[in-house]
């Protein structure tokens, strides 16, 4: 009796989640499915419709027009800063540093000034990788079937409950993914409109590290996208995920588990590691003291 009632419970549960599956595939499964469409296979200005440039966006090109001015008033502090530095330790070392200091300081006016072109030239490269890897296989992304209309209204939902939890934990990481993407955009868009001060930054030694740390982010935000729509892409045309049964499912739970994954992949990949940083530090440290020639004085 005991089996009895435990068997009416799970089938009870699992009707009631399979109703709430049902109305996911009726309502919010397009909805989920057009926002994935919209931001996962390109990096474009999605406040317009169409697929144009992420760049050409008025209100971001004009933060970053504005975030460039500001960083022209804050380059002549910047100036200040190493003229005040080679003044006050009076040292050949100095003005040789100070003389090294000034491609710095020319490379980074530039920066600052091209960063939109650069910025667009590197999301084209990532467009086109994304774009590689979506066509690759003519195959539907792995949740496709799983997440079909016919799929979640299946009877066979209402009684297993394994199944269920199953496709409910697919259910939830694509509605991830998606929100993920959302974040992705909004986080690129900042790094758009800050380019400039990141290029700024990178002329001095104290704020060099933010610099870096702001590459480090533009690389992992923009080209998780091609290495995620890679994996997808491989998981469908492996053919593991096709059809509408648990195995499919799980499969397909797996790789949008793996995909999720890439960011923080691409971060460790990123990050300079330190043994490797102490020695660029070691070395510097070295060449600056060598001794130089003093500068002849005349007569």
């Given at each position: 009796?005991?089996?009895?009632?435990?068997?009416?419970?799970?089938?009870?549960?699992?009707?009631?989640?399979?109703?709430?599956?049902?109305?996911?595939?009726?309502?919010?499964?397009?909805?989920?499915?057009?926002?994935?469409?919209?931001?996962?296979?390109?990096?474009?200005?999605?406040?317009?419709?169409?697929?144009?440039?992420?760049?050409?966006?008025a209100a971001l090109a004009g933060l970053n027009h504005d975030v460039s001015l500001a960083g022209d008033a804050l380059l002549a502090l910047v100036v200040v800063v190493i003229a005040l530095r080679a003044v006050?330790?009076?040292?050949?070392?100095?003005?040789?540093?100070?003389?090294?200091?000034?491609?710095?300081?020319?490379?980074?006016?530039?920066?600052?000034?091209?960063?939109?072109?650069?910025?667009?030239?590197?999301?084209?490269?990532?467009?086109?990788?994304?774009?590689?890897?979506?066509?690759?296989?003519?195959?539907?992304?792995?949740?496709?079937?799983?997440?079909?209309?016919?799929?979640?209204?299946?009877?066979?939902?209402?009684?297993?409950?394994?199944?269920?939890?199953?496709?409910?934990?697919?259910?939830?990481?694509?509605?991830?993914?998606?929100?993920?993407?959302?974040?992705?955009?909004?986080?690129?868009?900042?790094?758009?409109?800050?380019?400039?001060?990141?290029?700024?930054?990178?002329?001095?030694?104290?704020?060099?590290?933010?610099?870096?740390?702001?590459?480090?982010?533009?690389?992992?935000?923009?080209?998780?996208?091609?290495?995620?729509?890679?994996?997808?892409?491989?998981?469908?045309?492996?053919?593991?995920?096709?059809?509408?049964?648990?195995?499919?499912?799980?499969?397909?739970?797996?790789?949008?588990?793996v995909s999720l994954k890439v960011p923080s992949f691409l971060a460790s990949a990123a990050r300079v590691p330190a043994?490797?940083?102490?020695?660029?530090?070691?070395?510097?440290?070295?060449?600056?003291?060598?001794?130089?020639?003093?500068?002849?004085?005349?007569?």
């Amino acid at each position: 009796m005991g089996t009895a009632l435990i068997a009416a419970q799970s089938t009870s549960i699992g009707g009631i989640i399979g109703q709430l599956l049902s109305d996911f595939s009726s309502s919010g499964r397009n909805d989920v499915l057009t926002l994935l469409n919209r931001y996962l296979f390109s990096t474009v200005d999605v406040s317009r419709p169409g697929s144009e440039p992420l760049t050409s966006n008025a209100a971001l090109a004009g933060l970053n027009h504005d975030v460039s001015l500001a960083g022209d008033a804050l380059l002549a502090l910047v100036v200040v800063v190493i003229a005040l530095r080679a003044v006050l330790e009076r040292s050949v070392y100095s003005e040789h540093a100070l003389r090294a200091m000034l491609p710095k300081v020319l490379v980074g006016v530039i920066l600052m000034h091209t960063s939109l072109t650069l910025i667009q030239m590197a999301i084209d490269l990532n467009n086109a990788l994304t774009g590689f890897a979506a066509g690759a296989g003519g195959n539907p992304m792995p949740w496709t079937d799983p997440l079909s209309t016919s799929a979640l209204t299946s009877s066979s939902l209402a009684q297993d409950l394994f199944e269920i939890v199953v496709v409910l934990a697919l259910v939830v990481t694509v509605a991830l993914l998606a929100i993920a993407y959302v974040i992705r955009m909004a986080v690129l868009q900042v790094l758009i409109a800050t380019a400039p001060l990141a290029a700024l930054a990178t002329i001095l030694p104290e704020t060099r590290g933010y610099g870096r740390t702001w590459g480090r982010l533009f690389v992992v935000a923009l080209f998780m996208q091609a290495a995620q729509v890679m994996v997808l892409r491989v998981a469908t045309v492996t053919g593991l995920a096709a059809g509408s049964g648990l195995a499919a499912t799980l499969y397909a739970l797996a790789a949008l588990w793996v995909s999720l994954k890439v960011p923080s992949f691409l971060a460790s990949a990123a990050r300079v590691p330190a043994d490797v940083a102490a020695i660029g530090s070691g070395l510097a440290d070295q060449a600056r003291r060598i001794p130089l020639p003093l500068p002849a004085r005349g007569v």
